[in-house]
């Protein structure tokens, strides 16, 4: 797939370590089109790392005003980042001696990235044993979260809970994988990290599932694995290999790896999906991830992304299924 000048100016400015791509310096951006790529890289929760990097003209009025904008939404994505902290440093509090564990968000910022400014996040996720669900549900209710009637279906195995003050929003979850006919192939649930829930494996291994299940629809989801894989020491490979055959996510992984490779430019990535094996319809997925880091949130793609989504779940769900079957 063929990237426009914006397109290939966000790709040179997600990496958290700075750009390994250099086809962007061609192309000269316009005001109008640096705005529209900063808009972009906010939609595709990347605007920190792309405001960092992106080359804008100095004592420009136009510019100026368009990265002071930027500058804006990136404080307050800050902002909300560090009152989220501040709630998940209670709930930790709380739910002392339970199997509860938080996941994404906080916990990649803090484990993965150079500097958590570079990874902000608009909620928590909590990753709970399904026995202990009732138990976190009373620690949330202490603290003044409200559960919130979503009218998702039983099956997804995830609840939401906002505070009645601050309005920060939880999500509860038994299993990573929500939709019932997936989890059919793979999963990732607490027992599988328990005792290694903040290893580099672990990392990994939720870098991986978030993004497969949201089918790579920002470009968070791509950089997230990247930088997992980066933590990821030589010594950790095995544990986070046994991961994947105990999940079911190894086609996943191999697939999320490859797509960050393609995207990112970092070889760490391509190494450990190498080191994980062949994979049948490796062209396939390719083909079926390829530019839906850059078009899952666009409108003009619509038929093109539910079309590709429904393929590629179902490309997932036939690698973990083979899996699982050992064939």
């Not at 505070?163 to 038994?174: D, K, M, N, Q, W």
């Amino acid at each position: 797939m063929r990237y426009s000048s914006i397109g290939t100016w966000l790709r040179h400015c997600i990496d958290p370590l700075g750009p390994r791509t250099t086809g962007a310096l061609r192309f000269t951006l316009s005001p109008r089109q640096a705005r529209k790529l900063l808009r972009k890289a906010e939609t595709h929760h990347v605007l920190s790392p792309v405001l960092r990097t992106l080359p804008l003209p100095a004592q420009d009025p136009a510019f100026d005003q368009i990265r002071q904008e930027a500058d804006s939404t990136r404080i307050a994505a800050l902002a909300l980042s560090a009152m989220l902290n501040q709630h998940a440093t209670r709930i930790l509090d709380g739910t002392k001696g339970l199997p509860v564990t938080i996941v994404k968000g906080p916990t990649f910022a803090r484990r993965i990235y150079p500097n958590a400014g570079l990874r902000p996040f608009t909620d928590l996720d909590l990753l709970v044993r399904p026995e202990a669900s009732a138990q976190l549900d009373s620690v949330l209710s202490d603290q003044e979260f409200i559960r919130v009637k979503t009218g998702l279906e039983p099956g997804r195995l995830e609840t939401k809970w906002i505070h009645r003050t601050t309005g920060a929003l939880v999500e509860v979850h038994t299993d990573l994988v929500h939709e019932r006919r997936m989890r059919t192939a793979f999963s990732l649930t607490y027992q599988d990290l328990e005792g290694q829930d903040q290893s580099p494996a672990a990392m990994l291994a939720v870098a991986v599932t978030h993004g497969t299940t949201h089918f790579f629809a920002w470009l968070r989801h791509v950089v997230d694995i990247c930088q997992a894989a980066r933590a990821l020491p030589p010594e950790e490979e095995a544990r986070f290999e046994a991961l994947t055959l105990r999940t079911g996510t190894r086609f996943a992984a191999i697939v999320g790896l490859t797509l960050a490779y393609r995207v990112v430019g970092e070889p760490r990535c391509l190494d450990i999906a190498q080191a994980l094996g062949p994979i049948r319809h490796a062209r396939i997925a390719q083909v079926l991830s390829q530019g839906a880091d850059l078009t899952a949130t666009s409108n003009s793609w619509l038929l093109y992304n539910t079309w590709r989504r429904f393929l590629f779940s179902e490309l997932l769900r036939y690698g973990g299924l083979r899996q699982h079957l050992g064939v």
